[in-house]
Structures are given as structure tokens and as C-alpha cells.
């Protein structure tokens, strides 16, 4: 049986979901501080509470999941979280994953620049998940405006033949929006997942979609209080149908483990100092600035190592970079892992750090702490609902001098290694059953009327 929270109440701040996740070394809950708050004080605010629901007892609900990002053999940590909350989700509903992928020609000036970009394969697959893949043509810029209706073209007859009741689409546009184009062509609900990126949007048409589909979703799932703000007072978004639906961290692979075991299986000398960095390579996350504040730590610290963990167009760059430096020895690029693999290197570290340039709510720093690492990381987004003065340090973008110092504040920290580990309680079956009540809500709306 699952019991779910959909019922809206007032309450002083925690974070959302089922009971806090969030326990402090005190053992008190922390309360952190929204951003856009006068002081950044604790601020009452609203939050999704508990109405039982039990699932067992309504009928079993198909859901069409519509999102470009997932896994790729060329970036394993794409879109790894919207994986794990669909695997879940897969438990309480029947769901297909819907998987469009813009198709650019192949010449190499006519490609995005952004990201990794890899042609679709007509066998893509994912263990435990029922995914179809298509591909549409596209061109950077010039079809940007129309990215999300061609798409739709594609969508729509795909999604009519699996005969869902209700349309999810993670990445606001243009994939959110083909996947409403898709539900209001067949006359059903559709909840729009936004993560970050996808509405830290520029001026121009990507805005203009943006606030569009925002506006026209019958619900809104964000994933961090910063993030329920930012949507309602940049795109207009009707406040009551925000939710808060935090990422959870799979509790079986991320989890405190031996430092030294985990160094001997990495061929990491015991006695090293290790910064790890987990994500994509590209200039947001602020590599250039870990990168050049390494690089003035290891002129004091000889045992200092870095690991950077994952890949992107950023590569070549940092490559060049750390040779210029003279630090390519004492950095290891073991390129995009497998999540069993990135806990390893987590155990294997002293700090964790993620200084990217603004953030939704940035799960390889719930991982991070899940290992029981401290984690130094950029005050943007949602990140400021994960750490504390316990589990981490937090710090302004785009500045080298604050990033030092806060690893080598990090470094020097004698820390609690079991008592930030235990500060994280969240399962991506929690993140499903939360997912699956913002749905339930809306059907039974519908079936009212």
C-alpha cells in the first residue's frame, strides 16, 4: 500500500515530500533559507501535506512520460534522475517513456555546441523501462520557435496508440510543450516537470514557449522551493498548481562506505587529498573556476588530487588547460560513470564540489552527501535546501578566491562523516509517489467534471 501527500496546507518551511529527508547533526530538522526572502530569513510558505491516498484501492493509471533527456551510451549521467523517478513510477502505473530527439545535420557547424550530441539509435533501450525513441529534424537557432510543434507531429499519434490517461513532460520546451500539444489533442491532463536549466532561459522564443506551456500545464512539478519561486514570478505561473517534488538518490548504491578500500580500488594513494567533481563538462558548472582554484591549492598541498567525473564539449578545453598548468598529472578523467561507480569515487573523496553558475535542484549533491562527503557548492537554486554549516559549504558563483577558500576550509574540517550520511532520507519511490499524486489529483478532477 501507498499512501501519498496531496493536500495543501501552510506550514513553516521543510523541505517537501514525505517528512523532511533533511536531519542536521543536531537532530533537529533543518530549515533553510529560501532565496528571495528579505535576509534570507525562514519564511512560512506553502507546501504539499498528507491526505492518504491508497493506491491499491484505484484503478491502475497509464501514464505517457515524455522528456528528451535520459541515459545515452555517449553521457551515462543524462537525465539519470528522470530514469530512476519513471523506473518507480513504473511500480504504481503503467508507464511508456517517450523519448524525442532532435535530428541535426551532420555537418559539424550545423550541431549544438552545448552539449554532447550523439545521433539516436533505432535499438535505444533501458533496463526496466518501456521507451520509444523517435527523432525530428531540427536546426540550431533557425527551428527553435518551432522545435516543440513539429515534434508534437511525432508525439501525438504515438501517445494516442498507448491509450494513456494522463501526459508527464520533463523539459519545459520545446519538449514539454509538444507533450501538451500531444494531451490536448487527445483530451486528457498534462503535467509539465521543469529541472533547472530548461527556465534559466535567455530572452527570445525559448522564453516565450517557456512562459506559454508553464502557463497552460494543469500542473507544474519543480524540484526545489527556489525553483517554485523563480517559475511563479519570472513566467506568471498560477501558484497553486506549483509543486514541490524534491529528487531522491538511489539508498542501495549512494551510502557511507570506506574511504581507504574504495582509494585502494581506484589505485588512489592513501594519503592523497581528493576534490571529485560529478557532472557534465561545460562551462556553466563552473569548471573553469575549479580548474584555475586547484591550481592555486596545489601550491601549497602536493598531495592535492582532483577528479573529474563525466564528459562534454568542455573537454578539450579543460584538457588544455590543466596541461598549461602543469596539473594534468594530478587529475583523474575517468570520463562518465555508471552510478555505481561514481559512489565509488565519492567514497574515494575527501570533498565533493559543484560550483556550476545556477542550479535546479542538483542531485549529485543529495548523492554526495548521501556518501557522507561534505560538498562545497555554488549558493544557487535549490542547493541551499540540501546543505548546512554540517554537510557543506556554501558559496557565490563565478569566483575562484571564495572557492579556494571554502575546499580549504573543507579540507581542513574534521567532519562527521556518519552524522552527514544519515541527514538524507529520500528514495525515488517516495519521488514516484509524490509524482503519481499530483496525477491522481488531476484525474479525479477531471472525473468530477
Known amino acids: 500500500m501507498v499512501v501519498i501527500d496531496i493536500s495543501v496546507q501552510i506550514t513553516n518551511y521543510c523541505p517537501p515530500g514525505l517528512g523532511s529527508p533533511f536531519m542536521p547533526q543536531s537532530g533537529r530538522p533543518y530549515l533553510p533559507r529560501p532565496v528571495g526572502y528579505p535576509g534570507h530569513s525562514i519564511a512560512s510558505v506553502l507546501t504539499l501535506r498528507a491526505q492518504p491516498l491508497v493506491f491499491n484501492a484505484m484503478p491502475r493509471r497509464r501514464i505517457a512520460l515524455v522528456t528528451p533527456i535520459l541515459p545515452m551510451p555517449y553521457d551515462q549521467t543524462r537525465g539519470r534522475f528522470i530514469y530512476e523517478t519513471a523506473k518507480s513510477l513504473s511500480k504504481l502505473a503503467d508507464v511508456k517513456v517517450f523519448l524525442p530527439q532532435a535530428r541535426y545535420p551532420k555537418l559539424s557547424m550545423l550541431r549544438p555546441r552545448t552539449y554532447v550530441y550523439g545521433d539516436l539509435s533505432e535499438n535505444y533501450s533501458l533496463p526496466d523501462l518501456d521507451v520509444d525513441a523517435f527523432s525530428y529534424t531540427a536546426l540550431p537557432v533557425v527551428s527553435r520557435g518551432l522545435n516543440g510543434v513539429v515534434s508534437s507531429r511525432q508525439l501525438t499519434p504515438r501517445i494516442r496508440a498507448f491509450k494513456p490517461d494522463i501526459v508527464i513532460g520533463y523539459w519545459v520546451y520545446p519538449d514539454g510543450h509538444a507533450a501538451l500539444r500531444s494531451a490536448r489533442a487527445l483530451g486528457i491532463p498534462c503535467v509539465i516537470g521543469a529541472l533547472g536549466s530548461d527556465i534559466h ?69 592513501d594519503d592523497s587529498e581528493v ?21 592555486e591549492m596545489c601550491r601549497t598541498r602536493p598531495k592535492l588530487r582532483l577528479a573529474l567525473i563525466g564528459s562534454g564539449v568542455l573537454e578539450d578545453r579543460l584538457k588544455a588547460l590543466l596541461s598549461e598548468k602543469q596539473l594534468l598529472d594530478k587529475v583523474f578523467l575517468p570520463g562518465g560513470l555508471q552510478p555505481t561507480q561514481v559512489a565509488q569515487w565519492l567514497a574515494a573523496s575527501d570533498v565533493l564540489t559543484l560550483p556550476s553558475w545556477s542550479e535546479g535542484y542538483p542531485n549529485v549533491v543529495v548523492e554526495g552527501v548521501a556518501c557522507g562527503r561534505p560538498v562545497v557548492a555554488t549558493d544557487v537554486g535549490g542547493t541551499r535546501e540540501i546543505l548546512h554549516e554540517g554537510n557543506g559549504i556554501l558559496i557565490p558563483p563565478k569566483n575562484v578566491e571564495a572557492l579556494t577558500r571554502a575546499l580549504t576550509q573543507a579540507l581542513d574540517t574534521n567532519w562527521d562523516h556518519q552524522a552527514i550520511a544519515n541527514g538524507i532520507r529520500r528514495s525515488w519511490d517516495d519521488v514516484a509517489s509524490e509524482t503519481l499524486g499530483v496525477c491522481e489529483k488531476l484525474l479525479q478532477k477531471a472525473e468530477r467534471k
Open 201 to 269: 532561459v535567455r530572452q527570445g522564443i525559448n522564453t516565450v514557449m517557456t512562459r506559454h506551456t508553464l502557463k497552460q500545464a494543469d500542473s507544474v512539478v519543480v524540484v526545489s522551493d527556489a525553483m517554485r519561486h523563480y517559475t511563479a514570478d519570472k513566467y506568471g505561473t498560477q501558484a497553486d498548481k506549483i509543486h514541490v517534488i524534491v529528487n531522491g538518490f538511489n539508498t542501495e548504491v549512494f551510502q557511507l562506505r570506506d574511504r581507504q578500500t574504495a582509494r585502494l580500488a581506484l589505485n588512489i594513494p
Open 275 to 295: 576534490i571529485a567533481y560529478v557532472g557534465r563538462f561545460i562551462e556553466a558548472k563552473g569548471l573553469i573556476e575549479l580548474v584555475t582554484s586547484f591550481g
